[in-house]
């Protein structure tokens, strides 16, 4: 079982940056994958960028590509979501993920994860 709380959130202006944590408890985080989405109002929750649990390998979606980057320290059990060039349409709740495999294939689904927080919220004025 790992547990997950997310910070890091916040009200920023377009243009700005933010980066957002994941700490984890319980079973060996650094033994897991990680994997960020985001829930605007209204909409389903969707895939953002995930990362293995070695580091080596991260994949990002369409609409952040080139502007999020995920890491993971294994050492601290925390993983981060740095967001540069935020823009309105990132305007969402942020979920951590982790799961003990992630498939190449499926890394994007939501039920590719057992284990979620409970989000923080990134707000980004126009």
């Known amino acids: 079982q790992v547990q997950l709380v997310e910070s890091g959130g916040g009200l920023v202006q377009a243009g700005s940056s933010l980066r957002l944590s994941c700490a984890a408890s319980?079973?060996?985080?650094?033994?897991?994958?990680m994997g960020w989405f985001r829930q605007a109002p209204g909409k389903e929750r969707e895939f953002v960028a995930a990362?293995?649990?070695?580091?080596?390998?991260?994949y990002y979606s369409d609409s952040v590509k080139g502007r999020f980057t995920i890491s993971r320290d294994n050492a601290k059990n925390t993983g981060y979501l740095q967001m540069n060039n935020l823009q309105p349409e990132d305007t969402a709740v942020y979920y951590c993920?982790?799961?003990?495999?992630?498939?190449?294939?499926?890394?994007?689904?939501?039920?590719?994860?057992?284990?979620w927080g409970q989000g923080t919220q990134v707000t980004v004025s126009s």
């Open positions: 990362i293995r649990w070695t580091g080596s390998t991260s």
């Open positions: 993920a982790g799961t003990s495999y992630l498939s190449s294939t499926y890394y994007y689904q939501l039920g590719s994860y057992a284990y």
């Open positions: 319980g079973r060996t985080f650094s033994m897991y994958a």
